[in-house]
């Protein structure tokens, strides 16, 4: 072939719906990464005000859990959606010979419950 294209595989990572939502105190936030990389999962208002940041560090591939406790964080939560974001930056990431280290992004909603 003429080319190489490259793309953003989506089975890099896998971030999943919260569970239980809508929740009450707590819940759990799964997520895959097919690449190892430095990744992170922050939680936002729905005017995109940042709440709290759940995980910050460099990740091997492999599936993750973490929990959120409405309890946990400095603000006292009000009843509403909220956002949380996974984001993962890597050299593993399918990206065009170079160009930065690219940066895969995926946002879920939920919905507290007091």
């Not at 595989?9 to 919260?18: A, I, K, V, W």
């Not at 709290?52 to 591939?61: D, N, P, Y």
């Not at 990431?93 to 909603?109: V, W």
């Amino acid at each position: 072939g003429c080319c190489i294209i490259y793309t953003l595989l989506p089975e890099q990572f896998f971030l999943y719906q919260n569970y239980p939502n809508p929740f009450n105190s707590k819940t759990v936030i799964r997520y895959d990464l097919s690449v190892s990389g430095r990744m992170d999962i922050k939680v936002y208002d729905i005017i995109g005000n940042e709440i709290t940041t759940l995980v910050e560090e460099f990740k091997q591939a492999g599936k993750y859990e973490v929990e959120f406790s409405a309890s946990s964080t400095i603000r006292n939560l009000a009843s509403g959606i909220y956002f949380y974001q996974l984001r993962i930056r890597g050299s593993e990431i399918n990206s065009p010979p170079g160009q930065a280290e690219q940066e895969l992004i995926q946002t879920k909603k939920m919905i507290y419950l007091k």
